[in-house]
């Protein structure tokens, strides 16, 4: 007889305790299982939306001066004069070595014009870019513009000039309709007059110059660090930023989760662990008598212990395959629940083997002393229980 024939008898044998003990390897397995596809769910999420956020790295003038504002207050009163971009030059983003993960360019040009006897920030773009770049602007009364003589306001400029949908403003003795009004944003355009980008630079006397460059580039997985240096070093005399902040809390929300799911991981194995721990220590006392007869017609100390751990691969093979699959159905269930919108990432393979292998090597750990036990019992004091 086959020592594995003697091990799926066994299994056989005693069905009500072997249940209970894989379905301590279930639950163990498919509560790690869970929590990794919840936060690989989670980051995946986020990491679309911060695609869809907007710009990533700013590229503005370099300037020697300090800044005199925060948090859009402005102190001391002092203009320092800045030299802006030649448009032109712009077309040396798309040279940098990691130019495959740029995204969307949105050049600016910025400036002060009068309007109703009120001084307003005028902001060229190219609205095809720029409606790319900013798709929060979707909240808005009225129809984007689709004309160089249309124009858009953002809601407090609006709400200050005293300007609506369909009124007519003069920019530098050129008339423009205004089109769209934009709902509050909580950023800078709410404050701006948008109009098209070269329409922008003959109002303020600046063609072919450029205030600032907006960029937005794939931040899933790709170098924004060295894409920022990359840009730097084609433009001397700028500065370029890449906007960590709003990715860094983010992501440590993200690396929070993964701590929290880390430590209920390891609790919950730990009681899988004990779970079979106990369940073999039951077996090999319950069988006694029948590993006792095994060593006495000639069954080896290894032979034993390769019954007891057979028994133990078998279960921790069935406990990973069942407990895979049951977590990946409970993350699926789950993440709609914890994040709005949220999708499933997906089954991945390459966690099925882990978890198989990790409820293999959970249950061969917990059963090598009952194993062990066995293999060192005494024949004679075996059949003496008898």
Known sequence: MKLYNISMGNIMRRKAKMIFLILGLIIGISTVVTLICITESMTKDIEERLNQFGANIIMVPRSENLSLSYGGIDVGGVNYQVKEFDQKSLVNIRKIKNSKNLGIIAPKVLGSVIVNNRTALLMGVIFKEELALKNWWLKKQGVFPQKKDEIMLGSQAAALLGIKVGDIIELSRKKFKVVTVLNPTGASEDNAIIADLQESQKILNKEGKISMVEIAAFCQGCPISEMTLQIAEKFPNAKVTAMKQAVMSKMQSIELFKSFSLGVSILVIFIGSLLVLVTMMGS?????????????????????????????????????????????????????????????????????????????????????YPAFKASNMDPSEALRAL
């Open 284 to 368: 090999v006392n319950e069988r006694t008598r029948e590993i006792g007869i095994f060593r006495a017609i000639g069954f080896r100390r290894g032979h034993v212990m390769q019954i007891i751990l057979l028994e133990a691969l078998l279960l921790g093979i069935i406990g990973g395959i069942i407990g895979f699959f049951m977590g990946n159905l409970a993350a699926w269930g789950i993440i709609p629940m914890v994040m709005k919108d949220g999708t499933f990432a997906g089954i991945n393979s390459s966690l099925g083997i882990i978890s198989i292998l990790m409820a293999v090597a959970l249950s061969l750990l917990a059963s090598l």
